[in-house]
């Protein structure tokens, strides 16, 4: 069974940085695709980046494009999210996500395997 812990999550003011991780387990993740969702406070599930483990293909939202780094390290199984220029309307929950296949769905729901969660909080 797919295994995914976050961590690195925390309080930051606006315009800082934060790296979160995702240690995976459980799998050989090279057909997989990880990445990540975040859930702001009243809203739905959105989805961040991906990154595919074959190849290193990656993408973004728009809102993060630029500001936010996907990446990942295949000797540790571990996904990692570089954050910079944090705004206020980047508080969230950051969920990581993955899938066996090239890219995750845009649905939160049709993606299988998912973290428990780590909590972002910018302040303004």
């Known amino acids: 069974q797919v295994q995914l812990v976050e961590s690195g999550g925390r309080l930051v003011q606006a315009g800082g940085s934060l790296r979160l991780s995702c240690a995976a387990s459980?799998?050989?993740?090279?057909?997989?695709?990880m990445g990540w969702f975040r859930q702001p406070p009243g809203k739905e599930r959105e989805f961040v980046a991906a990154?595919?483990?074959?190849?290193?293909?990656?993408y973004y939202t728009d809102s993060v494009k630029d500001r936010f780094t996907i990446s990942r390290d295949n000797a540790l199984n571990t996904v990692y999210l570089q954050m910079n220029s944090l705004k206020p309307e980047d508080t969230a929950v950051y969920y990581c996500?993955?899938?066996?296949?090239?890219?995750?769905?845009?649905?939160?729901?049709?993606?299988?395997?998912w973290g428990q969660g780590t909590q972002v909080t910018v302040s303004s």
């Open positions: 996500v993955a899938r066996w296949g090239t890219y995750l769905y845009s649905r939160a729901a049709d993606n299988p395997y």
């Open positions: 459980g799998r050989t993740f090279s057909n997989y695709v």
């Open positions: 990154i595919r483990w074959n190849d290193g293909n990656t």
